[in-house]
């Protein structure tokens, strides 16, 4: 957790998962991705003895194959570890849901699914309640893109966000563009988010490349940010 002035930040690093193994994309590009560890478990192990209490865990062959693949690996990180995880990558069904939620996630996040199916995801939130149930944003400039980050919507983020209001608690917003770049964070785009809906938890991601980054949030009122390549290259 980083303070700035009276206001806190806490990190949740990322965990990608191809073929069993913790990568970074670039961009969200498969064919531009790097190992940093064979066994992600490892990786959340040295998360945890940092002082971390949180994970971003995503299923990258779930988000392609349309339906959660990398389930063991969730298990045995909830299994071993204390980390609270968020899971993302695949949720289609109930039965995703469910086999996500039983392997010990403390949170499931939806992206294409918010976009194209609302009427599940909002029985979803209402079933399992807004604690545990992240809608997520995948953005480029201000409107959403889903389907792995290839496919424009005509909605924007905050269209999105004013769908759910009524029942949403957190909203993850991924800027897409800057997504393991190391290029810095679209701070105008998460101050408006937070302005806009202040009764939100904004999870900022996207584009952390130092401290001053997860500062810089901290002092548009952002709470949460996932910090991935930054944390895996030692830029952090």
């Not at 590009?29 to 865990?57: I, T």
């Not at 339906?67 to 990180?77: A, K, M, P, Q, Y």
């Amino acid at each position: 957790m980083v303070s700035d002035m009276e206001k806190e930040i806490t990190i949740i690093p990322a965990i990608d998962i191809i073929g069993g193994k913790c990568v970074r994309l670039m961009q969200g590009d498969y064919d531009r991705s790097k190992v940093y560890h064979d066994d992600p478990l490892e990786a959340a192990r040295c998360f945890e003895a940092a002082g971390m209490e949180r994970l971003h865990l995503v299923d990258l062959d779930g988000a392609a194959a349309s339906r959660v693949v990398n389930v063991d690996v969730l298990e045995r990180i909830c299994k071993h570890t204390r980390l609270r995880v968020d899971f993302s990558g695949g949720i289609k069904g109930e039965d995703d849901i469910c086999r996500v939620f039983d392997a010990g996630a403390s949170f499931v996040c939806l992206g294409s699914m918010a976009q194209q199916d609302r009427r599940k995801t909002t029985l979803w939130l209402e079933r399992y309640g807004r604690e545990r149930v992240i809608v997520g944003a995948d953005v480029r400039g201000e409107r959403v893109y889903i389907n792995g980050w290839k496919r424009e919507t005509e909605t924007t983020v905050f269209e999105l966000v004013e769908w759910y209001r009524p029942m949403l608690k957190y909203l993850m917003c991924t800027d897409i563009e800057r997504d393991g770049m190391l290029a810095g964070v679209a701070l105008p785009l998460y101050r408006e988010l937070v302005t806009r809906f202040p009764e939100l938890t904004v999870i900022a991601s996207g584009g952390v490349s130092s401290k001053e980054d997860v500062k810089a949030l901290a002092g548009a009122g952002v709470t949460e940010v996932i910090v991935g390549k930054a944390l895996y290259e030692g830029k952090i």
